[in-house]
């Protein structure tokens, strides 16, 4: 079958590799329907991190199921479905706690389209995706949404929501800062996010970035958008911040701006990997503010921006550019916010 590999800075290719077939009962086979990159494809692309040529791409999307096990009861062949990024069994002590992203019948790190397993799992840029335990893995796509409008469900839609919702429930009617993205490649998650904080009753959400076309489509969104915080409260405090922005010095700007119990959430704890940024620990203490990080337990947390996306004026695809599969060499070759590949229509 083809798969599409990443194969340096703005260079995919398609390539040929084993199709997969199913091995266990309780497994689907899917196809993939619409498929949008993640923030980090779009980083990795840019070449400002690495990923290994040879990658497969894609890891997240809604397809269509084309074959299922004999134990498979909730999907059948057919079925539009959102297939999250991280491979889960919903069965263990971690999934039932919610915490899928640790699920202990797979080694860590184990999801599609990147990571240490990526070529046991493959990416959704391929014609055929295995899914085992399907019946938790797989979300069936609701009747009348647009696969284009979920697919980013899969990951950066739930990163979006867990970065604000959660704790703006802390801090009813609270305000919110979002510190966007540092590249003007990808983006996406602090943007949706300023959605979701406006649709969960937020009575402000500031939007920085140095981006300016980050700015403009959170301004859309109902964000005031700032280009940067000169002085620490010159907005006033915030009781929830999300760090999006994959640096140092965001993540500093959103802890500085706590308030009393606020809450700060860093989606890109993963660029500070080899220089680990300083916290303040004093400040944080005296405000009681607290600093959440971590891979976003996509499986566990899907049901409510699911539902949100269903019930408000919200269009991911606002964002987005959508192509037809055919053109991913071309389109991944350029710089780009959001992509969504679709199927030809
Ligand atoms: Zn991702
Ligand atoms: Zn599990």
Redesign the pocket.
Known sequence: MKQLVFDGPRQVRWTETPTPVLTAASSALVEPVAVST????AIALSGVIKFKPGTPLG??GVCRVIEVGSDVTNVDVDDLVIVP?QISCGRCSRCVRGQNTYCETVPAGSCY??GPHVQRWGGFLADVIDVPHADAMLVPLPPGMDPTRASGLG??LV?AWRSVVPALRESPGGRVLIVGGALADGGSIGIYATAFARDAGASEVVFVSAIENHRDLAARLGATAVRDLPDRGELGWFDVMADTSGTAEGLALALASGGPHSTCTCTAGAVHRRSPPTIPMYEMYMNNISLRTGWVNTRSLIEAPLSRLGHSAFDPTDIASVHPFDDAETVFAEPFVKLILTEAR
């Open positions: 993640c923030d980090m494809d890891h997240e990024w389209g990147w990951d950066n990163d």
